[in-house]
C-alpha cells in the first residue's frame, strides 16, 4: 500500500509521515527531498533561480514518475496535490491522507521553519496568517478530495493505520 500525505505546510507531514512509516514498517519518501536529490539543489536555491512555475512542472514530473516501493508513506509538498491533475494522479496511485490544521496552528509552526519555505521566507509573523487563509481557501478544494482527512492538531498513529487499513 502506497499512503500519500497532503496538507499545508506546517501540518506535519513531514515528520507524522516519517513515524507513520517506521510503525508499519513501510519506506517513507519525502517529495522535498525526493525533488532535491533530483534537482541537486535546495528548493529554496531551484525557487530563485527557475521561479515557480517551473517548480510546479517538476514537482509535478518527479511525483508521477518515481518508482515507489510497493509499502511507503509519502509525505508530499503542501502545495503538490494543488496542481495540475497531481491530486486525481494521487488518488489512482495510492490512499490519501489531508492533515487538516487551522490558519493560526499553521501559522504558529511555520514562524520557525519559514526560511526554507520560499512562499513565506519574506512574510513578518503577521503576514504569514494572512498568506495562510488565502492560500488555504485557494487549496482546500483539492486538500477535500483525499480519501481520509484527520486533525492535525491530534494525530494517532494507531488510528490512523487502522482507518487506512478499514477505509
Ligand atoms: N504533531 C506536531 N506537534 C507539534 N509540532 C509539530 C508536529 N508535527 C510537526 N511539528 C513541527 O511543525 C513544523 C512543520 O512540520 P513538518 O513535518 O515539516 O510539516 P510539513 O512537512 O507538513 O510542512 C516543524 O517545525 C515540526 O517540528
Ligand atoms: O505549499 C507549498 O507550495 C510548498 C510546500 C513545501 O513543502 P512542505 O509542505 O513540506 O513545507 C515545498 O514543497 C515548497 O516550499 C512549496
Ligand atoms: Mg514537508
Given at each position: 500500500?502506497?499512503?500519500?500525505?497532503?496538507?499545508?505546510?506546517?501540518?506535519?507531514?513531514?515528520?507524522?509521515?516519517?513515524?507513520?512509516?517506521?510503525?508499519?514498517?513501510?519506506?517513507?519518501?519525502?517529495?522535498?527531498?525526493?525533488?532535491?536529490?533530483?534537482?541537486?539543489?535546495?528548493?529554496?536555491?531551484?525557487?530563485?533561480?527557475?521561479?515557480?512555475?517551473?517548480?510546479?512542472?517538476?514537482?509535478?514530473?518527479?511525483?508521477?514518475?518515481?518508482?515507489?516501493?510497493?509499502?511507503?508513506?509519502?509525505?508530499?509538498?503542501?502545495?503538490?496535490?494543488?496542481?495540475?491533475?497531481?491530486?486525481?494522479?494521487?488518488?489512482?496511485?495510492?490512499?490519501?491522507?489531508?492533515?487538516?490544521?487551522?490558519?493560526?496552528?499553521?501559522?504558529?509552526?511555520?514562524?520557525?521553519?519559514?526560511?526554507?519555505?520560499?512562499?513565506?521566507?519574506?512574510?513578518?509573523?503577521?503576514?504569514?496568517?494572512?498568506?495562510?487563509?488565502?492560500?488555504?481557501?485557494?487549496?482546500?478544494?483539492?486538500?477535500?478530495?483525499?480519501?481520509?482527512?484527520?486533525?492535525?492538531?491530534?494525530?494517532?498513529?494507531?488510528?490512523l493505520i487502522?482507518?487506512?487499513?478499514?477505509r
Open positions: 500500500m502506497r499512503i500519500f500525505l497532503i496538507g499545508f505546510m506546517g501540518c506535519g507531514k513531514s515528520t507524522f509521515g516519517r513515524k507513520l512509516a517506521a510503525k508499519m514498517s513501510y519506506d517513507f519518501i519525502d517529495l522535498d527531498h525526493l525533488f532535491e536529490s533530483t534537482a541537486g539543489t535546495s528548493i529554496r536555491e531551484y525557487f530563485n533561480a527557475n521561479g515557480e512555475e517551473a517548480f510546479r512542472q517538476e514537482e509535478s514530473r518527479i511525483l508521477k514518475s518515481h518508482d515507489y516501493p510497493t509499502n511507503c508513506v509519502v509525505a508530499t509538498g503542501g502545495g503538490a496535490p494543488c496542481y495540475f491533475d497531481n491530486m486525481d494522479w494521487i488518488n489512482n496511485n495510492g490512499v490519501s491522507v489531508y492533515i487538516q490544521m487551522s490558519p493560526a496552528a499553521l501559522a504558529q509552526r511555520l514562524e520557525k521553519g519559514k526560511a526554507k519555505r520560499p512562499l513565506l521566507k519574506d512574510l513578518n509573523n503577521a503576514e504569514i496568517v494572512d498568506f495562510i487563509e488565502h492560500k488555504l481557501a485557494e487549496r482546500a478544494s483539492y486538500y477535500e478530495q483525499a480519501a481520509i482527512t484527520t486533525d492535525g492538531m491530534n494525530l494517532n498513529i494507531e488510528e487502522a482507518q487506512v487499513i478499514y
